[in-house]
């Protein structure tokens, strides 16, 4: 008789389901790492918050009047889907209101203002071209800012075949819509030193040397050292912007700015 009792007790549903969550989270294969350590962090703390509800729903069902297991089962089974499911729903509106910016940006955004000038070094070098430019974006625009492609050098602008390489990117909130940008742009021929603005000082020695970088050869060095001074032109996406820069640039002037910044041509150096 008293193991009938006890098998007929409900409270064997929150204990076995309790288990099961507990068990999903320790034995869900995770590699043994850090980060992934986490998701061991975040599936335990969603077996407790589970097994919490569940008992919960337990002792409210158990004041009913009329009780029937189905339904406390059921409960049990809907609960980590309400949990799981409620950020999900979340995420996904958040995803959606991104979206639905994203595209007003692209519709609606103007630009303001575009200027360009030398990008010289704090000893006074010059080693490329900085844009300095002013957009309007919708209000709201502060959530996708910093993922909108910044405005960059044409890739190919005769003679000089090479591309351009953005070291820098800096944004600053005039106005609720308004931004002023400012873009650092080097050739990519500069050492990856100057890429990103470290110190070649910082990068030297070993096989750290901040070597030009001549994906070309000696013919795309020949070629960029002997271009005249050019105009480049300016592009941006959002908004479309196409234009040529306010004055000509000397690529061989930012390759003698590199050389006093410390960067070597590591061909020679070898011989």
Request: charged share 20%; hydrophobic share 45%; glycine share 6%.
């Amino acid at each position: 008789m008293a193991y009938v009792m006890k098998t007929n007790d409900p409270r064997w549903i929150p204990v076995l389901f309790a288990l099961l969550y507990f068990g999903i989270a320790v034995f869900w294969p995770v590699h043994e790492d850090f980060w992934t350590r986490l998701i061991r962090l975040f599936l335990l703390s969603i077996a407790a918050l589970c097994s919490l509800l569940v008992w919960v729903s337990y002792f409210v069902w158990a004041r009913w009047k009329s009780r029937r297991t189905a339904g406390l089962f059921l409960t049990c089974l809907l609960v980590p889907a309400v949990i799981c499911g409620i950020p999900a729903a979340v995420l996904s509106h958040r995803s959606k209101r991104l979206s639905e910016l994203d595209a007003r940006i692209k519709k609606e955004s103007i630009l303001i203002t575009m200027q360009d000038e030398e990008l010289v070094t704090d000893q006074g070098n010059a080693i490329g071209v900085r844009l300095l430019y002013q957009v309007r974006y919708p209000k709201g625009a502060d959530a996708l800012i910093s993922h909108l492609p910044p405005a960059n050098l044409s890739s190919a602008p005769a003679p000089y075949a090479a591309g351009f390489w953005i070291s820098r990117t800096e944004i600053h909130a005039l106005t609720a819509t308004d931004y002023q940008m400012t873009i650092d742009i080097v050739p990519e021929f500069m050492p990856p030193a100057l890429r990103f603005l470290a110190s070649p000082k910082e990068s030297g020695g070993g096989g750290n040397v901040p070597c030009f970088q001549w994906a070309g050869g000696p013919s795309s060095r020949t070629a960029a050292l002997n271009a005249p001074a050019q105009e480049f032109r300016i592009y941006l996406s959002v908004p479309t912007y196409s234009g040529p820069t306010s004055r000509s640039y000397d690529l061989r002037r930012f390759y003698e700015g590199a050389l006093k910044e410390g960067a070597q041509e590591c061909s020679e150096q070898r011989r």
